[in-house]
């Protein structure tokens, strides 16, 4: 069965650099979860959308936007890029409200 | 949402039921609980879900008390490869793009 893809899977950036990363969901799945996991962390939510509008809103930093596009694909776009952004970035996405969740296997951010 | 509460860590022998307990004493009517692990590195996986009634799949059983404020998730035949972080979290039934709070959660470590 397909599966929530994201790319890529690792980058390296440096400070103060940009980064976009890319999640496309699974097909049919209308909503799209972005998380934030730190090394020996619990994954923490960043911001959700549904139907291409933005639902929820955690604790995602101002440097940091993301959208959903018409076919449903999302994009986290980072900018000003700082050490402590050093995580994996996880998206999940869902084929209607209130069902579960399914994660793909992150990007890897590496801020040098 | 409400807080769940969940021992950090727990061994089972290989072959073994593993049983991993988790307490929600402050759950709403309107909350489900999830139950999802995340092997090291990769996306968190979906294990099951239930609002009251016991549940199974191919993967595990859910277990509800009557009154709901505790869980017990079930892996009949524990094999070296179920061991993982495993959360168990309440998540309300509302409206679209509700996320799930991940906390602590259970290290199960499963030993030959």
């Known amino acids: 069965a397909a599966g929530v893809i994201q790319s890529p899977r690792h980058l390296i950036k440096e400070k103060r650099e940009t980064a976009t990363l890319k999640c496309y969901p699974i097909?049919?799945?209308?909503?799209v979860y972005w998380y934030q996991q730190g090394p020996g962390q619990d994954p923490q939510f960043l911001i959700s959308f549904y139907e291409k509008m933005q639902s929820d809103k955690g604790s995602i930093p101002d440097r940091f936007s993301a959208q959903q596009f018409s076919d449903y694909h999302s994009e986290l776009n980072m900018s000003s890029l700082e050490l402590g952004d050093s995580a994996l970035y996880f998206c999940a996405s869902s084929p209607r409200q209130n069902s579960p969740l399914h994660f793909g296997n992150g990007t890897r951010l590496t801020v040098t | 949402d409400a807080k769940t509460t969940q021992p950090p860590s727990m061994d089972c022998a290989e072959g073994r039921a593993a049983n991993l307990p988790c307490n929600h004493s402050t759950i709403s009517g309107n909350e489900y609980v999830y139950w999802y692990r995340q092997i090291h590195s990769q996306g968190p996986q979906y294990i099951i879900h239930?609002?009251?009634n016991n549940e199974t799949n191919e993967m595990a059983s859910l277990i509800i008390t009557e009154d709901r404020k505790s869980s017990t998730l079930i892996l009949p035949h524990a094999t070296l490869r179920d061991t993982a972080v495993y959360y168990c979290?309440?998540?309300?039934?509302?409206?679209?793009?509700?996320?799930?709070?991940f906390g602590g959660g259970t290290r199960l470590m499963v030993k030959p």
């Open positions: 239930g609002l009251k």
């Open positions: 979290i309440v998540r309300a039934y509302n409206n679209a793009g509700n996320m799930l709070t």
């Open positions: 097909p049919r799945h209308d909503t």
